[in-house]
């Protein structure tokens, strides 16, 4: 097995791939990744059992065929400190794999390729697939991911939920106290409404391998695996084996109390009262009157911040309590002018950027003080 | 009995009550014809420790906490009853009910001990002393077993005092013979010092509360944070209050099951079962922590946690589910804490 590669094309792929990839693992050869040459084409493997990551290279110069694993993240380090013009030819010689470069020489460990897990098939029981350009599935999972519940007992909060139905995909991601959805029209086959909840773990490294662009990658669903496929990777990931909540339920319908604010004033208004609320609890109040939202925040040295801002609302006086990273995270994650609070007489509160309010929906729950 | 309050001193009296081996009293208490023989509680069985001795039995060498099969041997003729835990819970809430009815700045520290802070009552009606000596012949007369009072200025010294003379003693610390009764004293009597600090003090030489005295705080610092309260033990220094009502940290509630339970949905049916009792205990008091505790046939206890400010059913099932998986064995006690919280609630989404 031989190869040669531009350091840039190889480094570019094997950062795909390392993410997964452990240092030391209960199972040596998933510290590995995997190496395989066929005709032109280079292919790298890493996978923790979980979420498989798949890379691939054009080879330009003459290549010999051939599968082995070597350590993944010795490889990467190589590989990314070697000069940004340099070709890399890997040579494997013996048990050794051997790296060249100008007058650069390592030979690393391997393992045999077919000590490395297989990859899942995906041709049996498939039950959808949907197609969309890279920047809107990117979109819609940061959009709500933050949104996902860590480590909770209720293991099926603690991912992201993916809907597709009728050439729509929609993400839905709770942690019991806030929940988020964002939605993107998308080609797909899906007839009948399919949904999955795809592991904390594959959603954060699915959100790092989509590039904003305008690049199309089709999402396969089957019974247990998501596989997103873009050409120059394929990622795949288990699915959480639960049933996730009925989140159409949380949300409030026929709230009346709109307050509409300035995304980026009402940002500034909340890192400055932030600063000095109690870092366990982080309560702000909102008091909403008369096109005036007031902010006030304390903590236990009973040091006091207060902030008033101009809004439009008109309805009957609202005085809330909210965690202040909750609104901080939808803030951050809608991207027009202006957004849109929708408070119910329990508090809990709708957000929504007011020129697009069909793209994402933000349901935060109250503290009660 | 009337006492007047006072408060021109500022000279704290500290009285401690601690019940004569008390499991050992209340058998005596209901079967009087063990009272002068030698008599333990605890197992009968070859691996089990005793929990109280009477002081008969001590006259042999027998104490709490030693094996059965040792204390047999030290006194063939010893006789051993069963724990009646529920039985000592009711004498003990007899003699604290009456502690409690004389002094309202009262602290239970355990099923068998007591403070009290008798500093405003009107010294010209009786010494602590007196009161002391009053309050340990009225739980005789009344319940029918022996306490040990100490009395002195702060907790720390009125328990090392109720501790000299038992059973059945009165003993004052005053603040002229603090020192006086402290000198002597073997370190491994301050709460806090066990076995293994003990012994590591003995190392350096330091078995009284003199030799502490001798020693410079710098030479203690292997004993971390604890050097500093040591020396301040050494001279009798305590500044800890008698806390009237002690701060409930969770409210529990648990249910020993008629028959052992093996499935994982029965059991989330009895904590389920459990949550009205829990309500009424809770009466409105935030919580921010759930747990399902799990007592399994051979006696090992699980407990598993989430954070959760109210009754979700599916966090408690997956509790369950938790603390089940860790030993799936067949459970005998089922219960159901929640720490309660003075912060602000985070209110769920109610799917």
């Given at each position: 097995?031989?190869?040669?590669?531009?350091?840039?094309?190889?480094?570019?792929?094997?950062?795909?791939?390392?993410?997964?990839?452990?240092?030391?693992?209960?199972?040596?050869?998933?510290?590995?990744?995997?190496?395989?040459?066929?005709?032109?084409?280079?292919?790298?493997?890493?996978?923790?059992?979980?979420?498989?990551?798949?890379?691939?290279?054009?080879?330009?110069?003459?290549?010999?065929?051939?599968?082995?694993?070597?350590?993944?993240?010795?490889?990467?380090?190589?590989?990314?400190?070697?000069?940004?013009?340099?070709?890399?030819?890997?040579?494997?010689?013996?048990?050794?794999?051997?790296?060249?470069?100008?007058?650069?020489?390592?030979?690393?460990?391997?393992?045999?390729?077919?000590?490395?897990?297989?990859?899942?098939?995906?041709?049996?029981?498939?039950?959808?697939?949907?197609?969309?350009?890279?920047?809107?599935?990117?979109?819609?999972?940061?959009?709500?991911?933050?949104?996902?519940?860590?480590?909770?007992?209720?293991?099926?909060?603690?991912?992201?939920?993916?809907?597709?139905?009728?050439?729509?995909?929609?993400?839905?991601?709770?942690?019991?106290?806030?929940?988020?959805?964002?939605?993107?029209?998308?080609?797909?086959?899906?007839?009948?409404?399919?949904?999955?909840?795809?592991?904390?773990?594959?959603?954060?490294?699915?959100?790092?391998?989509?590039?904003?662009?305008?690049?199309?990658?089709?999402?396969?669903?089957?019974?247990?695996?998501?596989?997103?496929?873009?050409?120059?990777?394929?990622?795949?990931?288990?699915?959480?084996?639960?049933?996730?909540?009925?989140?159409?339920?949380?949300?409030?319908?026929?709230?009346?109390?709109?307050?509409?604010?300035?995304?980026?004033?009402?940002?500034?208004?909340?890192?400055?009262?932030?600063?000095?609320?109690?870092?366990?609890?982080?309560?702000?109040?909102?008091?909403?009157?008369?096109?005036?939202?007031?902010?006030?925040?304390?903590?236990?040295?009973?040091?006091?911040?207060?902030?008033?801002?101009?809004?439009?609302?008109?309805?009957?006086?609202?005085?809330?309590?909210?965690?202040?990273?909750?609104?901080?995270?939808?803030?951050?994650?809608?991207?027009?002018?202006?957004?849109?609070?929708?408070?119910?007489?329990?508090?809990?509160?709708?957000?929504?950027?007011?020129?697009?309010?069909?793209?994402?929906?933000?349901?935060?729950?109250?503290?009660?003080? | 009995?009337?006492?007047?309050?006072?408060?021109?001193?500022?000279?704290?009296?500290?009285?401690h009550i601690d019940c004569d081996c008390f499991f050992a009293s209340v058998e005596q208490l209901d079967d009087p014809s063990l009272t002068n023989h030698p008599l333990a509680v605890g197992g009968a069985?070859?691996?089990s420790v005793l929990t109280t001795a009477n002081y008969p039995a001590r006259a042999f060498g027998v104490r709490s906490a030693m094996p059965t099969?040792q204390a047999k041997?030290k006194c063939?003729q010893l006789i051993i009853k069963p724990v009646r835990m529920q039985r000592y819970q009711e004498v003990s809430k007899q003699v604290m009910?009456l502690l409690?009815?004389?002094?309202?700045?009262?602290?239970q520290v355990s099923i068998d001990e007591a403070?009290?802070?008798?500093?405003?009552?009107?010294?010209?009606?009786?010494?602590?002393?007196?009161?002391a000596?009053?309050l340990q012949s009225?739980v005789a007369?009344e319940v029918g077993i022996t306490v040990s009072a100490g009395?002195?200025?702060?907790?720390?010294?009125?328990k090392l005092a109720s501790d000299w003379r038992k059973p059945a003693g009165v003993t004052?610390?005053?603040?002229?013979?603090?020192?006086?009764?402290?000198?002597?004293?073997?370190?491994?009597k301050?709460?806090?010092?066990?076995?293994?600090?003990?012994?590591?003090?003995?190392?350096?030489?330091?078995?009284?509360?003199?030799?502490?005295?001798?020693?410079?705080?710098?030479?203690?610092?292997?004993?971390?944070?604890?050097?500093?309260?040591?020396?301040?033990?050494?001279?009798?220094?305590?500044?800890?209050?008698?806390?009237?009502?002690?701060?409930?940290?969770?409210?529990?509630?648990?249910?020993?099951?008629?028959?052992?339970?093996?499935?994982?949905?029965?059991?989330?049916?009895?904590?389920?079962?459990?949550?009205?009792?829990?309500?009424?205990?809770?009466?409105?008091?935030?919580?921010?922590?759930?747990?399902?505790?799990?007592?399994?046939?051979?006696?090992?206890?699980?407990?598993?946690?989430?954070?959760?400010?109210?009754?979700?059913?599916?966090?408690?099932?997956?509790?369950?589910?938790?603390?089940?998986?860790?030993?799936?064995?067949?459970?005998?006690?089922?219960?159901?804490?929640?720490?309660?919280?003075?912060?602000?609630?985070?209110?769920?989404?109610?799917?």
């Amino acid at each position: 097995m031989k190869f040669t590669v531009s350091r840039d094309a190889l480094v570019s792929a094997l950062q795909l791939v390392a993410g997964v990839v452990e240092r030391r693992s209960t199972m040596p050869v998933l510290s590995n990744v995997l190496l395989k040459v066929e005709g032109q084409q280079l292919t790298l493997v890493g996978t923790d059992l979980e979420v498989e990551l798949v890379g691939r290279v054009k080879l330009i110069e003459p290549a010999i065929e051939g599968a082995i694993t070597v350590p993944g993240k010795k490889f990467v380090d190589i590989a990314k400190s070697l000069p940004d013009d340099a070709m890399i030819s890997m040579m494997k010689e013996g048990d050794r794999m051997v790296l060249r470069s100008d007058r650069s020489r390592f030979n690393l460990a391997t393992l045999p390729a077919d000590e490395f897990p297989a990859s899942q098939d995906m041709e049996n029981d498939l039950r959808g697939a949907v197609t969309l350009v890279q920047k809107d599935l990117r979109q819609v999972m940061d959009a709500t991911a933050f949104s996902m519940a860590v480590s909770d007992v209720r293991y099926y909060l603690n991912g992201m939920l993916f809907e597709v139905h009728n050439d729509r995909l929609r993400t839905v991601a709770t942690d019991g106290h806030r929940l988020s959805t964002a939605d993107v029209m998308a080609r797909s086959d899906v007839e009948s409404p399919v949904q999955v909840i795809v592991p904390r773990k594959g959603v954060m490294e699915l959100s790092r391998l989509i590039a904003p662009s305008e690049q199309e990658v089709t999402v396969h669903i089957t019974q247990n695996h998501i596989r997103v496929d873009s050409g120059d990777f394929t990622f795949t990931s288990k699915l959480v084996d639960g049933r996730f909540p009925d989140y159409q339920r949380v949300i409030p319908q026929g709230g009346e109390n709109e307050m509409v604010a300035d995304r980026q004033t009402l940002r500034a208004v909340l890192t400055r009262a932030s600063i000095l609320t109690n870092e366990k609890f982080r309560s702000v109040r909102f008091i909403i009157e008369d096109n005036n939202l007031q902010i006030l925040a304390n903590n236990p040295e009973q040091e006091e911040a207060e902030e008033n801002m101009a809004v439009d609302y008109q309805n009957a006086p609202m005085d809330v309590a909210y965690n202040v990273g909750y609104i901080q995270d939808v803030l951050g994650a809608v991207e027009g002018e202006q957004v849109v609070f929708t408070l119910d007489a329990n508090a809990s509160t709708i957000i929504r950027d007011f020129d697009a309010p069909e793209r994402a929906t933000y349901v935060v729950m109250p503290m009660r003080l | 009995m009337g006492y007047i309050l006072d408060s021109s001193t500022s000279q704290r009296r500290i009285i401690h009550i601690d019940c004569d081996c008390f499991f050992a009293s209340v058998e005596q208490l209901d079967d009087p014809s063990l009272t002068n023989h030698p008599l333990a509680v605890g197992g009968a069985s070859a691996r089990s420790v005793l929990t109280t001795a009477n002081y008969p039995a001590r006259a042999f060498g027998v104490r709490s906490a030693m094996p059965t099969w040792q204390a047999k041997q030290k006194c063939p003729q010893l006789i051993i009853k069963p724990v009646r835990m529920q039985r000592y819970q009711e004498v003990s809430k007899q003699v604290m009910q009456l502690l409690k009815d004389h002094c309202d700045q009262f602290e239970q520290v355990s099923i068998d001990e007591a403070y009290l802070d008798v500093s405003h009552y009107y010294q010209a009606y009786g010494s602590a002393t007196d009161l002391a000596l009053w309050l340990q012949s009225l739980v005789a007369r009344e319940v029918g077993i022996t306490v040990s009072a100490g009395v002195s200025q702060n907790k720390l010294l009125a328990k090392l005092a109720s501790d000299w003379r038992k059973p059945a003693g009165v003993t004052t610390i005053s603040p002229a013979k603090q020192l006086e009764f402290l000198q002597n004293l073997p370190v491994k009597k301050f709460p806090g010092v066990g076995p293994k600090t003990q012994t590591r003090l003995e190392r350096k030489g330091i078995t009284l509360c003199q030799d502490v005295w001798q020693t410079s705080i710098e030479s203690l610092t292997f004993l971390g944070n604890f050097a500093t309260r040591l020396k301040q033990m050494s001279i009798g220094e305590d500044d800890r209050p008698v806390q009237t009502e002690r701060r409930r940290k969770s409210v529990g509630v648990e249910k020993t099951l008629p028959q052992n339970l093996e499935d994982q949905d029965s059991i989330t049916e009895v904590v389920l079962g459990l949550l009205p009792q829990a309500r009424q205990r809770l009466a409105g008091r935030p919580f921010n922590h759930l747990s399902v505790k799990l007592k399994f046939d051979d006696f090992q206890v699980t407990t598993a946690t989430s954070q959760c400010s109210h009754f979700d059913q599916e966090i408690i099932a997956e509790l369950c589910r938790i603390a089940w998986q860790r030993q799936r064995r067949p459970v005998r006690l089922i219960g159901l804490q929640c720490q309660l919280t003075q912060g602000p609630i985070q209110l769920p989404l109610s799917w």
